[in-house]
């Protein structure tokens, strides 16, 4: 377990006790809402609070509820949870609760590729980033060192982490390739956190028999 602690947005045990039936709470002054931000393609989308986290690579942010905003992390696929009458995939309890603990009742940054887009389900196409408190909680978790850049656009201190790369790092999730998804900006920087994933065995790299190859994102649950 990542111990939240204080470390914990001062609203978030409320949202967390209340997610079953639908956050009610409302970002503080200056967090404002992703899809309402005016952006040129790769614009920063702006501070999000994550209100909920609905599996290893799909959050809601904001609130838990039809008013919130769900995001499906970019590039990435985390293997699926139990979804009745199917049974979870080898590691994906696993990967859901690990994003979890790092990004539940945290505040993350929101970018885009090439601007907004959704998926089929209505969910953003996002990168999110780790800075801050938010990146300090994370600071001590194997593999961020090796994936933490300097990016002051993201951070005044500078640091920032693509929690996208980072989950592909340690393998909780696969990348798409290219040819599936299509050329990302940070397309380089994920497949090569998967080879390194693979190479050591990380994740679902070392737990999983599982090689099928990903759908194609339109068809991702």
Known sequence: MIPLGDRLHPRAPVCLALAAVGCWYQPPDGIVRADEVPLAPNDLGGAAFVACVDDGDTVDLFRCDDEGTPVRLLGINAPEIAHAPDPAECWGPEASDFLTQILLGREVVVTYDGGPQQDLYGRTLAYLWAIDDTLESMSTLPGV???????????????????????????????????????????????????DAQSGGRGLWGQCADTVALPPPEEAP
């Open 145 to 195: 060192n090796e994936v933490l850049e300097f990016d002051s656009e993201l951070a005044e201190s500078g640091k920032a982490l693509l929690i996208n790369e980072y989950l592909a790092s340690q393998g909780w999730a696969r990348v798409y390739d290219e040819e599936a998804f299509g050329e990302r900006k940070y397309q380089a920087r994920l497949e090569a956190a998967q080879a």
